[in-house]
């Protein structure tokens, strides 16, 4: 007789790109070629940090992962799903209900509460307004900041502005979290407590996507790659030939 456990459920890789190519301005005197044939592939829970130089294409990535810049040639899948199937409608439920952003400079709303600017994407969501305050709530105590909610961000310091912009992004639930230096503008002790963060997010099963120019970031990760001249470039574990082709120096 054979077993009677079920056969494992196969998921996609979160994010699969195939030759992914961004060309801004073809054909014109202005073109870049900022990113030429990516293949990427990430699994669902992974830690995956991107380092390289300044202007090599990181962000270029980031945003067409985050379905909000298209390719201009090549594939991506999103959870198993071609993004360029989709219409405009059916990309920003993707966008919302898959990817959640951190950006380097928080980007929070000045005018609002830290509780508002969490909720605010639940509007979009078309969350009841009844549910929206205790959802923001709990984001926020997850992030450690349950008793800032009143605060505005100036009234913040700038490791809790990210954390309030982390509640933000993780407030729809989405699985993947996609941030672009989200430690750049963080003193280095803030910056390893963002970290510790993002590492347990990852235990908790979030994917997690980190752009930084800091090698000791970078080690956290399950893997590192790094992007030169719109090249990606899978190094495997991390050694200091990462952080010198990340700080430009040829070995
Ligand atoms: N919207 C845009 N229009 C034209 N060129 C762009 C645009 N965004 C980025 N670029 C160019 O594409 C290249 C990669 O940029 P980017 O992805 O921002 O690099 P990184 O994040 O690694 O610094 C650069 O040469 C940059 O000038
Ligand atoms: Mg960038």
Do not use: W
């Not at 990113?35 to 669902?44: F, R």
């Not at 100036?154 to 941030?179: D, H, K, T, Y």
Request: hydrophobic share 40%; aromatic share 4%; charged share 25%.
């Amino acid at each position: 007789m054979s077993a009677s456990t079920p056969p494992p459920v196969v998921r996609p890789p979160v994010i699969e790109t195939r030759a992914l190519e961004k060309v801004y301005s073809a054909g014109t005197e202005a073109e870049v070629v900022a990113l030429k044939g990516v293949d990427l592939t990430i699994a669902h829970g992974e830690f995956v940090a991107i380092m390289g130089p300044s202007g090599s294409g990181k962000s270029t990535l980031m945003n067409l992962i985050g379905c909000l810049d298209t390719p201009t040639g090549g594939q991506y899948l999103c959870d198993g799903i071609d993004v360029a199937t989709l219409d405009r409608e059916q990309l920003a439920e993707l966008r919302r209900d898959k990817i959640g952003f951190v950006f380097q400079g928080f980007n929070l709303l000045p005018r609002m509460s830290a509780l508002e600017n969490v909720a605010m994407p639940l509007g979009y969501a078309r969350v009841p307004h009844d549910e929206r305050a205790g959802r923001a709530r709990d984001a926020l105590a997850a992030v450690g900041l349950a008793n800032r909610g009143g605060h505005r961000p100036s009234e913040l310091s700038g490791g809790q502005q990210q954390r309030v912009a982390i509640a933000r992004a993780l407030i729809n639930r989405p699985p993947v979290l996609l941030a672009d230096e989200p430690t750049g503008a963080l003193d280095t002790k803030t910056g390893e407590e963002i970290l510790a963060l993002f590492k347990r997010l990852c235990v908790e099963g979030h994917t997690v996507v980190l752009i930084t120019h800091d090698p000791d970031i970078a080690a956290h990760a399950d893997r590192t790659m790094v992007m030169r001249d719109g090249e990606l470039h899978e190094e495997g574990p991390f050694d200091t030939r990462i952080a010198q082709a990340s700080a430009g120096v040829t070995p």
